[in-house]
């Protein structure tokens, strides 16, 4: 990557926003070797990824204020894995998946201790459905709920797929744009969650 990055003509201009939409689509190539590849396939698009970490920590170590490189990145993953996995590098007991989640959210809670909302670090950039997805459970937290619609009651997951998709071309043949529909939904949401944490006897 040092060696890309220092005598390729076109490497050594990218910065890191212009490198995010092939991050994104390199992260989408393995989710489809994932759902639908062969090994060979996940395999290669896993490379691919990681050569997007690299990239970045290439371009990261020759910043001039804050430099850090791979090695760095590594370091502070390591530092981070050990401390969310008391039970695995510790004394700490976790003998069931639940139990297990819980030393994790606490080791999380502790090194984003700044953090004031539960919203804080959910990234908008996510697809709409994953982040419908986050921000439901995030909201629950303060007792924020999702509204209920009488379309939103499938059987299995199978159904829920077939609702979400008989939602979207109904959207589609009333000119609507379903992305933009549920983001625009998605931020009343965050709206309903700030004002739920400002309420006076809020945790």
């Known amino acids: 990557m040092r060696a890309v990055r220092e005598r390729c003509a076109w490497t050594k201009t990218i910065d890191h926003a212009a490198l995010v939409p092939y991050l994104v689509e390199e992260s ?109 459970g995030k909201a629950a937290q303060v007792g924020v709920h999702a509204p209920t619609h009488r379309l939103a009651d499938p059987a299995t997951e199978a159904e829920l797929g077939d609702a979400l998709l008989a939602l979207v071309q109904q959207g589609r043949d009333r000119g609507w744009d379903a992305e933009r529909a549920l983001r625009e939904r998605l931020r009343s949401l965050r709206a309903d969650v700030t004002a739920a944490e400002a309420a006076p006897g809020a945790p």
């Open 28 to 136: 989408a190539e393995v989710i489809d070797a994932v759902e639908s590849g062969t090994r060979a396939d996940l395999r290669e698009e896993l490379g691919d990824l990681l050569w997007q970490v690299l990239f970045h920590a290439e371009i990261a170590s020759g910043d001039p204020v804050d430099p850090f490189d791979i090695d760095d990145v590594a370091r502070g993953l390591t530092e981070k894995m050990v401390r969310r996995h008391p039970h695995v590098f510790a004394g700490a007991v976790a003998s069931t998946p639940e139990e297990v989640l819980v030393h994790w959210n606490a080791a999380k809670a502790a090194e984003k201790s700044e953090r004031t909302s539960v919203l804080d670090g959910v990234s908008d950039h996510m697809p709409a459905l994953a982040l419908a997805q986050k921000l439901v």
